[in-house]
């Protein structure tokens, strides 16, 4: 499942006699250790039992809100070193583009300056939210943070609205 933020994703596989063979308790609710693999997606690893005989396999997911979920049973591949680099990069990009937008907005006393500013945080963190970046790598041992994230959504309104108001001088 490439979706690192759904609150809570319970993996459960079952042998053919119904007997449970392996079960994940995991979501964004929970530190980022207690996934199956360390990874930004949810990827739980197969029973050795199941490789020679069927197996059943649940999977339970729960979110706030709506969820399309899009399954596959295929192996293990870590993200490419490109991808990752390119991510960190964008992140770095952002990270400068804030920096400098704030400086700009102390310098001149502009308010669009600050706006941008708080644009660009905005973009930054619901980036770090969908990607599972900021999960993995920034808070790992606090998935409450997770939560506050979301308010990034409200900041991006606010902060889109307050930019266009002074580029239109409303």
Known sequence: LAMPWLDQVQFYQFDSQGVLLQQWQTGDETPFASRAIATTGWVFPMAEQCSHA???TLLYVRHTGAVKLLLSHQPLMAIP????????????????????????????????????SCQLLA?????????????????????????????AQPLMILSSCGLLSRYFQL
């Open 81 to 116: 070193q490109q991808q990752q680099f390119v991510l960190t990069l964008q992140f770095g990009l952002l990270l400068f583009a804030i920096l400098l937008s704030a400086l700009l907005a102390l310098l001149t006393a502009r308010a669009d300056y600050g706006w941008l």
């Open 54 to 56: 069927p197996c059943q």
């Open 123 to 151: 973009l930054t963190l619901l980036l770090l939210d969908r990607t599972g970046s900021g999960f993995q790598w920034l808070w790992p041992q606090a998935p409450r943070l997770n939560r506050w994230i979301e308010l």
